[in-house]
């Protein structure tokens, strides 16, 4: 089994190094997190390290380490939640001896020299969980582990409502309640808003647009952020507001990142988005995913698409 192969290379590495995704979001965070402290209570004579871009909204869960390249040589390096090699936040896991993925999206390509992928399940911290209860007889847990995995199965399933969740995903988290994790303490961590933040997510349910056929979409320019004075990550949280429109089964969130690069954080409780996103140098789940744009032609390219799938999807509901 492969789950043995990674806990046999976690077991004859003194130097384990853990690396997420570019732009962190809740679930490469405690996935992370979750397994740096889960590998850490094990085995405290090992040095572990998380080494990435900050999250603020879950910075709770943990800071990443700040490493010089030498620290890289002759170490394991283990990337979480991170489905393409370019979206790796620190590169510097190809100087290490050896490399472990483990992930949840759908394959876009593959790299390092042992794979862990299973799309069945909905968040990284799922995967991680499981692999401790695999494996509970040797490895050891501890309360920071807990919150870590809560915060990352509990934001990648948008508290437990997308259909990716199972219920395997409720048996794993009764094993934190179990535990003693405060759930309510987390969930209010995560539910806490800034009165900036929340005057932006008014002024989007104002002044989203929607498509012809029904995509719901909303432009956060870097003016718009400017003027409410948030940071981009907080702005693109916002892209489930626009989830609980009627008869919009897409909905979009566009915003401009390093250098203006214009990406889109695409959404859908319908039709699969995933392929239209793999055409726009993206890709992620079925109907959770982000597209690469550059420009805001091309967003509005993209636009133009995914009202004509729109379009076709509900063709297909009436027949």
Known sequence: MIQDQILEKIKEYKKIIIHIHKRPDGDCYGAGFGLKNIIKETYPEKEV???GEEAEYVSYVGTPDKLEDEMFKGALSI????ASEDRVSDGRFKLSDFVIKIDHHIPVNDYGDLMYVDTTRPASAQIILEFFLRYKDELKFN???AIALYTGIVTDTGRFRFRSVNSDTFRSVAYLLDYGLDFVEVLNKLSVKS????KLQGYVLLNFK???????????????VEEFDVSLEEATSLVNELSQLEDCPVWMLFAEYEEDFVRARMRSKGPAIDKLANQYDGGGHALACGANL???DKADELLADADILVKEYKENLDK
Do not use: R
């Open 195 to 198: 009165e900036n933040l929340l």
């Open 143 to 145: 309360m920071e582990a």
């Open 210 to 224: 929607k498509t012809e056929n029904g995509v719901a979409y909303i432009k956060m320019t870097n003016e718009l």
């Open 49 to 51: 390290y998380l080494v």
């Open 79 to 82: 990337v979480v939640d991170t």
């Open 294 to 296: 550059g420009t805001w």
